[in-house]
């Protein structure tokens, strides 16, 4: 029998792995990786810290060379080439040098695509092709941004998107001596987490000296500013466009691969494609959401490598088990981490998934311990039946522990009330004696319970300029620190002397801090037979955190007397 | 009706969280809480920090005030006040005044005993009964040692155990200018963990100057120094007993709640004791092991809340399900992390349950990234079946988020093919590509598949000894820097041209530096028809972790030429 030949367009986290895969199962095989680029087996979400001098040298980011995939794993990993045809029925792929241009047709029994995703360049924007405006997609990538800053003594930068690379490479070169602006499209940055979070990145951004623009949309670039949808002018000599990405189908639709309806390469359950012999994975392909069951895109490193070892191993006759993709993430923005998992409170109404929340702002360790700070949560859950839909944390702390053990729930199409029975480990080095999620998952039950009822901080406003009844159940001198403006200062501590205060004919809106014991306060308050006891989910340190930014950069007239952020 | 009489004997984890459950199911329930001791609602997990000066004000560890419960929750929590009786059918316990003597009797309707659990203090060793003789329990010990040690000047301390508080009062007092020494009768430290791993911890403390001293115990305690059973003498002006805690059943026992057999006091699936309207939560009672489905006892705080929680809301007649324990914890020693979950090793054997392991040693994040330090991650399954029965891990790094990802799962009875389907968050900034619990899953899939063959790093000694085939599949100048003394430096970059130094006809053992250059080795070995070719798991990073304590402590020669230990 011949040796099987195994040819993977791609180098990077699919590609590399799928190659990789392959020689493990298979010592005999040909396997032989065509990647158009000068680098294979390059870490892509490392790129922005090059641009901080975090990574010092760019070519660190390379972490195989094709000398050590030849040496290592026996692996022709052949760089500057480009697959730009297939023959199926021939069963060969035309390889272009892009360096020589030379043309070299090399068969395959099978084919694993992995070509990747390329950055959304609108062609329609005019100066969108000068020599001024990136992108952010390979080692070359980074390296010309970090030359052209260097040699034209780059005052300005815009970068336009506020998704995870956008983020990314806004908080390196913000580290920098560079004046960065962040033009954002829609209401918020991080399309993947809701409005109340954003907002406190929106701050974080604010605060570390980046010019935030948000509902504006780049219209023009010249050689020293762009001019925004509004008309407005930012001054940068460098642009950074950082808007999305489309999959890269140009080999896959010129082949006679089907897409699937989110304009992905479609595949089966075992990540092959419409043509046999022919697989594809990573960020090119269409997958299938575990939760929503509908098609999406996700172009993440760590789904693309496990959809390559699928695709080696069905090749070679294993049963492999596609279940679906959660959506994971994790962003860490100067001095605060972020981290998701699952749907965001938007993508459940988009669906007309009824849900609900449950936010928590317990600290990150034992309170006595130095550094313990906030760490905001937030769990979504489906209603009626309380199945874990997704997680939102913040915080300068562990947030992506908080994310993956929900994201590990969601993966079991696990219930609330299964996280209300996790046992986690504890120590105050580490965390609570209850932990974040635990916490949380107590919230959520009560909630489904229907055993009392919650707004969000993004309503607050509403309810100060309708003047509704607002109890701050802080302790007096916490008050005077800082308050909203309308708000009754009725402590926990006091308020059993005090009930002739809180009317029972209206709504009672009930804050503290961080939401304990405003909610001891509204369960007493219901058993005491209060009607309509409402708490302020969040409290006063996410209020303070989602006001702030709107605050400072619109003419609009605060709600709290003083801001507390006990995130700095 | 009248309001619900519930009383509360202990006023820490577990009767604190009771108290405070109770009020917020039951606005007009009369809620009284004894403490015996003079401080409610404190963290012990906590106290060793007041020892290094971490946590300055021993107060601080105090988290409410008897006032703070009246006037937040209208709980009366009376402290100096043990529960010395009850009259089960009278329903009324007899409170002592601890300070005047005072006696009165107060009526329930429901009573929860949490009144935890007593450290061992064997009568039968000669001195243990001196005043320079310690335990660590509450807010007066600690300041009691805090302050003998001041006054008297101590230079030398013996902590006598090598569990949770030993080792956590180890490193908090070593941090101050003491000479520490650690005495454990057993072979390692840490009995939630295993052999291999606590070698680890042993190396951790001898590089911070504790004395460490193995299998051997306290014998007889003098003014100034300690004789062991070996009898050997150790310099202690001060001697810190930690060697485990027994549950406090004494009030239990005498108005005759039945205990378990493992002498915790015996409560049915809603926490209720043999006798009606008693409850008992926390380290004093028995559960049920998730895993074992037996009998055992975990004296840990975040467990007793949880129990609290729901026997509060049995009494109010809410459905509760009790799971059963797994056992998740974590400490930090110096400037290690450790933590487990489920069962170890020792404790499968000792079960009769049939288990592999599967240990990886990824980056704790992209190595290009800085400060990535390495990650020890075991993961213990069953075989034949492939069921999550437990983790340890170690490193500088969050392996708190590794095993909570891992007790997630066992929460929810997963098995190995769920770990490898798990999608955690990724970014440079917290991980590697390929999380650590996917990868040792990975293996661990492998190895139920029975696809290769491994040792642990414990078998390595034997190996050299008699001379078995030790392939070190590193690059030649890491060999240079130090490599077992007998392997043959087979680098993977090169054994394909070298296949001839490879025998055929005796095992050949495989090492890298962690593992994953061997196994690649392996895998190829295997596919090229060696028969018995075996990957060294943990390989170099964990052999040098493993050898280097007993190397330094006893005269026998070490098996390497150098260590390698990348955790500093």
Redesign the interface.
């Known amino acids: 029998m011949n040796n099987k030949k195994i040819v993977v367009v791609g180098g990077v986290?699919g590609g590399a792995s799928a190659a990789?895969r392959a020689?493990?199962?298979?010592?005999?095989a040909d396997i032989t990786m065509f990647e158009k680029g000068p680098n294979v087996s390059f870490?892509n979400?490392?790129l922005p810290?090059h641009l901080s001098g975090?990574?010092p040298d760019a070519d660190?980011?390379v972490?195989m060379t094709p000398d050590?995939f030849k040496?290592?794993?026996?692996i022709d990993a052949e760089i500057n080439s480009e697959v730009i045809n297939a023959n199926v029925s021939k069963k060969e792929v035309e390889v272009k040098n892009t360096q020589t241009g030379e043309l070299k047709c090399v068969p395959y029994d099978e084919l694993i695509l992995s070509p990747g995703a390329n950055p959304i360049m609108p062609g329609c924007i005019k100066g969108i092709d000068h020599d001024n405006v990136f992108s952010v997609r390979n080692v070359v990538d980074i390296k010309k941004i970090h030359t052209y800053l260097e040699v034209n003594k780059v005052t300005d930068v815009a970068i336009v998107g506020g998704g995870?690379i956008g983020l990314e490479v806004c908080e390196n070169l913000a580290q920098t001596d560079k004046h960065v602006s962040l033009v954002e499209a829609s209401e918020h940055v991080m399309g993947t987490i809701d409005d109340d979070f954003a907002e406190l990145i929106h701050k974080e951004l604010y605060d570390h000296g980046v010019n935030v623009i948000l509902n504006d949309g780049l219209a023009e670039i010249t050689d020293d500013h762009i001019k925004l949808g509004s008309g407005n002018k930012i001054k940068a000599q460098v642009v950074i466009m950082a808007i999305g990405v489309k999959p890269d189908v140009a080999l896959a639709s010129k082949i006679g691969c089907k897409l699937g309806l989110t304009g992905g390469i479609a595949v089966d359950q075992h990540y092959q494609t419409s043509i046999p012999n022919i697989y594809a994975v990573g960020d090119a392909i269409e997958v299938s959401h575990m939760i929503t069951r509908k098609k999406t895109r996700l172009a993440?490193?760590?789904?693309a490598?496990?959809e390559a070892?699928d695709a080696i191993d069905h090749i070679y006759g294993r049963t492999i088990?596609n279940?679906g993709?959660?959506?994971?993430?994790?962003?860490?923005v100067f001095d605060i981490?972020i981290?998701?998992?699952g749907l965001t409170e938007s993508e459940c109404q988009k669906d007309g998934i009824d849900y609900r929340t449950a936010t928590v702002i317990p600290k990150s360790r034992?309170?006595?311990?130095?550094d313990a700070t906030p760490l905001y949560l937030k769990l979504i859950f489906g209603y009626p039946n309380g199945e874990v839909l997704g997680a939102q944390a913040l915080g300068k702390s562990?947030v992506?522990?908080q994310?993956?053990?929900v994201?590990?729930?969601i993966?079991?199409h696990?219930h609330i009330?299964?996280l209300t029975?996790?046992?986690?480990?504890?120590?105050?080095?580490?965390?609570t004696?209850?932990?974040a999620v635990?916490m949380a998952a107590?919230v959520a039950e009560n909630i489904l319970n229907g055993e009392f009822k919650q707004v969000q901080v993004s309503e607050i406003r509403k309810l100060v300029e309708k003047n509704a009844f607002i109890i701050d159940a802080r302790e007096p001198f916490e008050y005077e620190e800082g308050h909203i403006t309308t708000a009754v200062n009725i402590p926990?501590?006091?308020f059993?002397q005090r009930l002739d205060e809180i009317p029972n004919d209206c709504p009672v809106y009930v804050h503290c801090l961080s939401g304990q014991?405003s909610y001891?306060m509204v369960?007493?308050l219901n058993?005491?037979g209060y009607k309509n006891v409402i708490n302020i989910s969040g409290s006063y340190l996410e209020l303070c955190e989602y006001e702030y930014f709107k605050d400072q950069t619109t003419d609009r007239k605060p709600i709290v007397t003083n801001y507390r952020f006990d995130l700095l």
Chains 1, 2 share one sequence.
Request: hydrophobic share 35%.
């Open positions: 986290a990789a020689r493990r199962l298979d010592e005999f870490s979400c490392s810290y975090l990574i660190s980011i972490l050590q040496n290592q794993y026996n995870f993440l490193a760590f789904p490598q496990m070892r088990e279940r993709v959660i959506g994971s993430q994790a962003i860490h981490n981290a998701s998992t034992v309170g006595i311990m130095p562990d992506d522990k994310i993956d053990i994201s590990t729930m993966s079991m696990g009330s299964d029975h996790l046992e986690v480990c504890y120590s105050p080095w580490f965390s004696a209850k932990n635990d107590l926990l501590s006091q059993r014991r001891n369960r007493a058993n005491r």
